[in-house]
């Protein structure tokens, strides 16, 4: 018997099959080649896109770098600027030149105004110089650092009026003096605005405060401690040289213990912490007898005050009368000192 089995092979498919399978696997192979293919191809594209777009994107890196170069030239330009002209580095923001990098700003009649400096953006930023002229008679000037167009930082300012010359150096913050610092003739007003003196010492946040110096008119010069503007702690008082106070103050009062002296007669007072208080007067060799016996009236007149143990004590002494054919003077002898005891 024959081993064939006749036109089927043993999975059944007979030879059109067979051969109808046989394309059918080629097709296959050939799809699969022909996706192989493509795939590569693709890839490779890919990666010749990705190398192109970092290569634009370098080059436009680059366009944007020389566009900054150009708006940010350091090279000198001339433009007007704040009603004034600058000569310096520019920026161009949305089509306008402002000030940036070191320029030269100044009014258009070259004196009134000046700044010469560092620029940020149109504003006045890091280190720089104005001078300023207001009349004939005003002056200003500051040297330091700015920040935000306003004086910031480190700084000395220098002002000339008709009270002369004024300089600070110190901290500045936000356009006004903060922070420590010292002045040199910083004019001084009292409660009613008028002109009190001319302080040189150091400052707090613009007002005197530490161990500083005030001259006034008539020649009256104080010398000793301030806080926050005012005298406050030892100090020493003088009138055309000539020591008249010298003792504690408290925001700008004479209080507590001191020495009083005018031309013939001395007044110390000892503030009681407790339940008593010591007064002496004495009189100079140069006092009238009348004098004398007006201190020593007045001396009894505030011890009697002490040992009542009242809360205060008030010794007024006049000095109306002639010492050496002169009267006395009313700064060198005031009508009335006031020493408070505590209980």
């Known amino acids: 018997m024959s081993d064939e089995i006749g036109p089927y092979d043993s999975n059944g498919l007979s030879p059109h ?9 080629d097709h296959l192979r050939t799809k699969q080649q022909l996706i192989d293919e493509v795939t590569r191809q693709r890839d490779e594209y890919r990666k010749e896109r990705d190398e192109w777009k970092c290569r634009c994107e370098m080059f436009e890196a680059k366009v944007r770098l020389y566009e900054e170069e150009s708006a940010h030239s350091r090279e000198a330009h001339t433009i007007i600027y704040d009603e004034g002209q600058y000569v310096g580095s520019i920026r161009t923001v949305d089509g306008e030149k402002l000030p940036h990098g070191t320029g030269l700003l100044r009014s258009l009649d070259g004196e009134r105004k000046r700044y010469e400096g560092e620029w940020k ?8 110089t104005e001078y300023a002229s207001s009349g ?18 480190q700084g000395k300012s220098t002002t000339i009026d008709q009270h002369g010359q004024t300089v600070y150096e110190g901290q500045w913050a936000d356009d006004e003096m903060k922070g420590d610092g010292h002045i040199t003739n910083l004019t001084l007003k009292d409660a009613k605005g ?8 150091p400052t707090l946040d613009g007002k005197p405060h530490g161990e500083g110096e005030v001259h006034q008119c008539g020649g009256v010069v ?13 100090g020493e008082e003088r009138i055309h040289g000539k020591v008249t106070y010298k003792g504690e103050w408290v925001k700008g009062d004479k209080t507590g213990t001191g020495v009083a002296t005018g031309m013939n007669w001395e007044w110390v007072s000892i503030m009681a912490r407790h339940s008593t208080a010591s007064h002496t007067a004495r009189a100079s060799s140069e006092t009238t007898r009348t004098t004398k016996s007006s201190i020593r009236a007045s001396g009894r007149m505030a011890r009697d005050t002490a040992r009542e143990r009242r809360p205060a004590l008030l010794l007024v002494l006049r000095c109306g009368l002639r010492a050496n054919g002169n009267k006395a003077s009313s700064r060198g002898a005031p009508s009335s000192l ?4 505590v209980e």
Do not use: C, I
């Not at 953006?121 to 720089?128: A, L, M, Q, V």
């Open 17 to 25: 099959s067979r051969r109808m399978m046989t394309r059918l696997e």
């Open 121 to 128: 953006d149109g504003k006045r930023d890091g280190k720089g």
């Open 136 to 153: 004939p008679q005003t002056v200003k000037a500051y040297e330091g650092e700015w920040k935000d167009d306003k004086r910031h930082g």
């Open 194 to 201: 008028q002109h009190f003196g001319l302080f040189t010492g």
């Open 222 to 234: 104080y010398n000793g401690g301030w806080k926050e503007g005012k005298q406050h702690g030892q």
């Open 338 to 341: 006031m020493a408070t005891g």
